[in-house]
């Protein structure tokens, strides 16, 4: 309708200035397939209703614009000779429409062939398309740069738009979101886009941004060993440059949001993760796909990263054949915060493979899993809720509500202290077949291996278990805290495995099903089911039921313990105090000395 009074205001106002609306050339009120071809246009004074493009377009002395382009400071990039068709490089048109843009740059319907678009430095710029028109990158004027270039940006949006990499030159990513040289990068949206074909760095790459959100959007790397997002606080490493702004290390990157979005890494057994964190803070994740081929892993951490959230999120494999591992730190990666919770696990980890997973030397500070790890059916047997192996430093584990549908645990330390865990609530179900490999491989060797799902209101507030090769003194092994931290059963060790072993518990002790050996060369406890118990190196072997039975020791052995500690001595005499060259007596400590009988 406001069109349309417009059109009337200025048909009056030809009227009135006495200039008839179709005697002079150009000016007036005009009907053609293509405005462009009205000759004499006169700025104000020529109007033509465009059929082709179905909009009324005005003469603004130096192109024509659409109405709403004219009334709304929205710039038509067909307005500025892009054709979309495909096949003609509009490159030069668009970025002559962005260059004046100061608000919206409308990309209607089609195929727009380009080689890169400088938004670098921009502010409160929105590229908005009608109908997900495509930016087909392969029209590369130079190897490996940028489709859309956004470094040194902010405030920007990009929706509706897909962004393909095709052709002989590939573009080095769909979209490059990063700080240049003053810093400068933030509170960038990007709603309802994304990205197909191949690149040479990434599908999109973040660094030095902080506070960017990510709506519904989808971006895909067919290329091997190509990542779909890449996000980055050393750009160096991975080649990332602007063709038009210096990209320097320091900035921080940070507080990066996806929301429903999804990340596919579609090459076919491909060398490279779905997505890379490396050098960053805050990253959220909050429903959408993570997805692989056969790769080695779907998330990878590098060096330092922090504060991770992955929530609500499909994890799958897009081949059938799944990656190695889902979650992976690498050799010299550390992961300070990790929380994944209610994860659908769809084909998302192989049999040899773990959930979260790590190299030697890798490590993780604080992992949560709360929730639930569902998608039983489609985790291959043997697969791994944690494969972590041989870190050198302590290592945090959480896992608040869970029920784990994966096939166990295989924790290998092999270096000095390797884990605090912390099952809280009992909702820990892990079935046959589980592994829990270092310290306590021997002891979980049972059918349902490691099982407290039964434990209600999470008796058992934490479990600890340590590495060997630990020095300084005796340290539990293994130990179970009620929800007050109060010990309620400890199996202590010194750095050896043997020595001052020992165990200590509130409320009793029972253990049950099966011979447990604590060591594997000197015990120093055994219980069988008949409830025959040897201590120290005696076995229980050829005991009776309810029989107690200690090992051996020798007369000058004594040792100066406390009172009350009792022996059996194989050369002792019957006597007090004790005596040696006898056949065999009983020890026991009283009033400081040992007396036997």
């Keep these: 309708m406001a069109t349309v009074h417009r059109?009337?205001?200025?048909?009056?106002?030809?009227?009135?200035?006495?200039?008839?609306?179709?005697?002079?050339?150009?000016?007036?009120?005009?009907?053609?397939?293509?405005?462009?071809?009205?000759?004499?246009?006169?700025?104000?004074?020529?109007?033509?209703?465009?059929?082709?493009?179905?909009?009324?377009?005005?003469?603004?002395?130096?192109?024509?614009?659409?109405?709403?382009?004219?009334?709304?400071?929205i710039v038509n990039v067909l307005d500025y000779g892009a054709t979309g068709n495909g096949t003609t490089d509009d490159t030069a048109a668009i970025q002559a429409a962005i260059t004046a843009a100061t608000g919206t740059i409308l990309f209607p319907p089609g195929t727009y062939r380009v080689s890169s678009l400088n938004l670098t430095g921009r502010t409160n710029l929105r590229l908005l398309g009608v109908g997900l028109p495509t930016l087909l990158a392969n029209a590369q004027s130079a190897p490996s740069i940028p489709v859309l270039d956004l470094t040194g940006a902010s405030t920007l949006t990009v929706e509706n738009l897909t962004i393909q990499g095709a052709g002989a030159t590939l573009p080095s990513v769909a979209m490059l979101v990063a700080a240049d040289n003053t810093g400068t990068c933030t509170r960038h949206h990007f709603r309802n886009m994304g990205s197909v074909g191949s690149w040479t760095i990434a599908a999109v790459a973040i660094f030095g941004c902080t506070n960017n959100s990510f709506l519904h959007v989808a971006f895909q790397s067919s290329a091997n060993g190509i990542p779909a997002l890449l996000v980055t606080g050393i750009p160096a490493a991975y080649g990332l440059s602007s063709p038009y702004r210096t990209i320097t290390a320091g900035s921080f990157t940070s507080d990066n949001t996806f929301y429903s979005a999804e990340f596919h890494g579609l090459f076919a057994g491909t060398t490279a993760p779905t997505v890379i964190l490396d050098t960053m803070t805050g990253a959220g994740f909050y429903g959408g796909v993570l997805s692989s081929s056969g790769g080695p892993r779907i998330v990878e951490f590098r060096n330092i990263v922090r504060e991770i959230r992955v929530e609500g999120t499909f994890i799958e494999s897009e081949s059938g054949t799944p990656p190695t591992d889902t979650f992976f730190v690498t050799a010299t990666g550390t992961v300070q915060g990790l929380a994944l919770r209610n994860l659908n696990m769809n084909n998302g980890v192989s049999a040899t493979g773990g959930i979260i997973a790590g190299a030697s030397g890798g490590l993780y500070r604080g992992l949560e899993v709360s929730g639930y790890l569902t998608g039983a059916n489609n985790l291959p047997a043997g697969a791994r809720l944690i494969r972590i192996a041989n870190h050198a430093v302590?290592?945090?584990?959480?896992?608040?509500?869970?029920?784990?549908?994966?096939?166990?645990?295989?924790?290998?330390?092999?270096?000095s202290l390797l884990a605090t865990m912390i099952l809280n609530a009992g909702a820990i179900n892990l079935p046959a077949g589980a592994i829990l490999s270092g310290t306590l491989t021997a002891a979980v060797a049972s059918a349902t291996a490691l099982n407290l799902a039964a434990q209600a209101g999470g008796t058992y507030q934490a479990i600890r278990i340590f590495a060997g090769g630990i020095t300084g003194g005796d340290i539990p092994q293994i130990q179970w805290l009620d929800a007050a931290g109060a010990t309620m059963l400890e199996i202590w060790t010194d750095a050896s495995g043997v020595g001052t072993s020992r165990i200590k518990s509130r409320g009793g002790l029972s253990l049950h099903a099966g011979n447990v050996g604590v060591s594997a060369t000197n015990e120093f406890l055994t219980l069988q089911t008949t409830g025959a118990v040897g201590i120290g190196t005696q076995t229980t072997t050829n005991l009776s039921t309810g029989q107690l039975a200690f090992g051996e020791t020798k007369f000058t052995a004594l040792p100066a313990a406390p009172d009350g500690s009792m022996l059996y001595c194989s050369n002792c005499a019957i006597a007090n105090p004790c005596a040696g060259a006898g056949t065999g007596a009983l020890a026991k400590r009283l009033a400081g000395a040992w007396v036997c009988n």
């Design 394 to 415: 302590p290592t945090t584990v959480i896992i608040n509500n869970a029920f784990i549908m994966a096939s166990g645990l295989d924790i290998q330390p092999g270096g």
């Design 7 to 73: 059109l009337l205001a200025l048909v009056l106002l030809i009227s009135m200035l006495g200039i008839p609306s179709a005697s002079a050339q150009g000016v007036g009120v005009w009907l053609r397939p293509d405005c462009t071809t009205l000759t004499g246009p006169v700025s104000g004074s020529t109007v033509c209703w465009d059929s082709t493009r179905r909009a009324w377009r005005f003469w603004d002395g130096t192109r024509y614009l659409t109405d709403a382009a004219s009334a709304t400071q």
